[in-house]
């Protein structure tokens, strides 16, 4: 299995990402389709961040249509080796997931999904899994803390939030 080296910054912007998606996905069910589609017109698209990681890692061409990915779970062991080595290394099978996830919600987000709960769920229990079990093991537990505190649709206004555009690495492409 082919491992890509990540910079930490990228790993701390694509978790927040993920995580502001799955909280606010989880928001969603209260309000519009067309109020959730409205809020996330203020962040980088999915499709864009999707496109960032591929030219970024130089993914191989992909069919994220027919894509099967089966995780393996990360182990702590990978935030000791950052510790120890301030290297990041992810399987490129994670990344090139990472991407099929940021475009299937691309695609929820171009359409008016109000009747389509079930998939939007799934699509959640996915992005949360993946963020939590594969980048999650492989942040600093004080930077882990400090993403939790994400902004997303709905948040409780009395709560110092976390805003993306502080995650978003140096390389990532101006709009």
């Not at 962040?43 to 960032?52: H, I, K, R």
């Not at 902004?151 to 206004?157: A, L, M, T, V």
Request: proline fraction near 3%; hydrophobic fraction near 40%; charge should be neutral.
């Amino acid at each position: 299995m082919k491992k890509i080296k990540i910079k930490y910054t990228q790993l701390l912007f694509l978790y927040a990402y993920l995580r502001l998606i799955d909280l606010s996905l989880d928001r969603s069910k209260w309000t519009s389709w067309t109020e959730f589609q409205d809020y996330f017109k203020r962040f980088p698209a999915p499709s864009l961040v999707a496109q960032y990681i591929i030219d970024s890692f130089d993914l191989p061409k992909t069919d994220f249509r027919n894509f099967i990915y089966f995780p393996e779970k990360k182990s702590y062991f990978n935030r000791l080796m950052l510790i120890i080595s301030k290297t990041i290394f992810i399987n490129e099978i994670d990344i090139i997931y990472c991407c099929k996830l940021l475009l299937n919600f691309n695609g929820m987000l171009n359409f008016n999904n109000d009747s389509q709960q079930i998939e939007i769920l799934k699509l959640r229990i996915d992005i949360a899994e993946y963020y939590s079990d594969i980048l999650g093991k492989m942040i600093l537990f004080n930077d882990l803390n400090r993403l939790m505190r994400i902004e997303h649709f709905w948040e409780n206004e009395d709560f110092d939030h976390l805003k993306l555009e502080k995650l978003i690495p140096d390389d990532f492409p101006k709009s």
